[in-house]
């Protein structure tokens, strides 16, 4: 017990290095757009993107402890070199695909709105408006956003199972435990470690730039929000490719 409460211990610390360094520098460029291009994305809003991404990296820390505690050390090298950049890259991609879909949604809702104060009177333009507006806030919406937190915390899940160097510490002495529980608990811990401190970082340093970049650049508002979804597209391809390692 003693020596589990000291591996456990070990592994916490050496998750809090890694999340204070390393991780963020990793996962700002996969991060870093979604703060950019989600409408009303602050400080108060940032659990809404940092949650489930970092529900996914702890999902996928305890699963390559438990697996390196149940069939060794190998078989977490055959999940970095074989799935983690797919499903890190897919997930990447889809974040990009639902940033620009709702983008693209809002552009059309607004040339709409100025088409019909050109052809209608005001009470049926209030009428349009309210209408549409309900249409917007209805399943349709709310089905994007699951599936935007979906695809985020696959992000997260795909970003951990990628090992960094402190990791694959903590995976190879889960191995000589040789049980997924007790791999799957240093996996939990290095993974509480790391995302506790990159969670204040991106809930407050980054979602504050990014809100205060959005307001400086406010008349190019739709510009930088496709932009943005455009970026992690193309990163999600280039990652699923082999051409970026995270």
Known sequence: MDSMTLGFSAALFMGLAFGAGPCNITCLPYLGPVFLARENSNMRTSWKTIIPFSLGRLTGYTLLGAVAGSVGLAATKWIEEGIAAQV???????????????????????????????????AE????????????????????????????????????????????SILTVAATMATPADGARLGIAFGLGAIGVSTLFFGVAVAFFSQQIKAHLNEWGAGLERASGIMLIL??????LGWVQP
């Open 88 to 122: 890190l890259g897919i997930a990447t991609i889809l974040v990009g695909i639902f940033m620009l879909r709702g983008t693209l949604f809002k552009a059309k809702s607004c040339s709409s709105h100025h088409l019909a104060t050109k052809q209608t009177g005001k």
């Open 125 to 168: 333009v209030s009428k349009m408006i309210f209408t549409s507006q309900s249409e917007y806030k209805k399943q349709p919406v709310k089905k994007s956003t699951l599936y935007l937190s979906i695809s985020l915390f696959t992000m997260g899940t795909g970003m951990a199972l990628n090992p960094c160097i402190p990791l694959l």
């Open 235 to 240: 990163l999600g391809s280039f990652t699923s």
